[in-house]
T-cell receptor, first 113, second 116 residues
Framework: AQSVSQHNHHVILSEAASLELGCNYSYGGTVNLFWYVQYPGQHLQLLLKYFSGDPLVKGIKGFEAEFIKSKFSFNLRKPSVQWSDTAEYFCAVTLTGGFKTIFGAGTRLFVKA | NAGVTQTPKFQVLKTGQSMTLQCAQD?????MSWYRQDPGMGLRLIHY???????DQGEVPNGYNVSRSTTEDFPLRLLSAAPSQTSVYFC???????????????FGEGSRLTVL
């Protein structure tokens, strides 16, 4: 079955530490890839997306992600986190030309001030 | 811009009761969907629609019905609520092109449902 795996369920970092959240998917075809963020008490918002082209994509608030096709991965990175980055992060995948967007289980990030 | 609007935001039901979660979007999006969010399980797709009159099942459709009579509205119906349906429900919409949607979703603020 098609699935999206996020490696870490909970991550605790201090401010200014670097962040990398892993995401792997099991789709065999061409995919569109997304990272969404959910701040406490809020709905999901798009952080960044990859459709095609440069596999290194930049999103809002200093986040970036790299698509590695051979590894079926789309890892999220940020060089220096802030307390305001405390949130839950979801990786999501849509098969190009398809109608279903499948989400990973999410990673809860807590940044200590 | 209102975006995606969900009502109600909170609801408590007794087992066996029925209810409808409302979702409306004003972005003229063809694609609309319902997800449920449960701790440790992320978001799971319940049903989706690619246009008025067209709906299909997602990952966890059992116990839920949907219909799409207009482009703007996509209500989710629970015919006989069960405690296992206690969850936070999110409606999302997306712009479609050439019959498929890009996957970039715009979410409502969620509806927290508790079934006793």
């Amino acid at each position: 079955a098609q699935s999206v795996s996020q490696h870490n369920h909970h991550v605790i970092l201090s401010e200014a530490a670097s962040l990398e959240l892993g995401c792997n998917y099991s789709y065999g075809g061409t995919v569109n890839l997304f990272w969404y963020v959910q701040y406490p008490g809020q709905h999901l918002q798009l952080l960044l997306k990859y459709f095609s082209g440069d596999p290194l994509v930049k999103g809002i608030k200093g986040f970036e992600a790299e698509f590695i096709k051979s590894k079926f991965s789309f890892n999220l990175r940020k060089p220096s986190v802030q307390w305001s980055d405390t949130a839950e992060y979801f990786c999501a995948v849509t098969l190009t030309g398809g109608f279903k967007t499948i989400f990973g289980a999410g990673t809860r990030l807590f940044v200590k001030a | 811009n209102a975006g995606v609007t969900q009502t109600p935001k909170f609801q408590v039901l007794k087992t066996g009761q029925s209810m409808t979660l409302q979702c409306a979007q004003d972005m003229n999006h063809e694609y609309m969907s319902w997800y449920r969010q449960d701790p440790g399980m992320g978001l799971r797709l319940i049903h989706y629609s690619v246009g008025a009159g067209i709906t299909d099942q997602g990952e966890v459709p059992n116990g839920y019905n949907v219909s799409r009579s207009t482009t703007e509205d996509f209500p989710l119906r629970l015919l006989s609520a069960a405690p296992s349906q206690t969850s936070v429900y999110f409606c999302a919409s997306s712009l479609s092109s050439t019959g498929a949607h890009t996957g970039e979703l715009f979410f409502g603020e969620g509806s927290r449902l508790t079934v006793l």
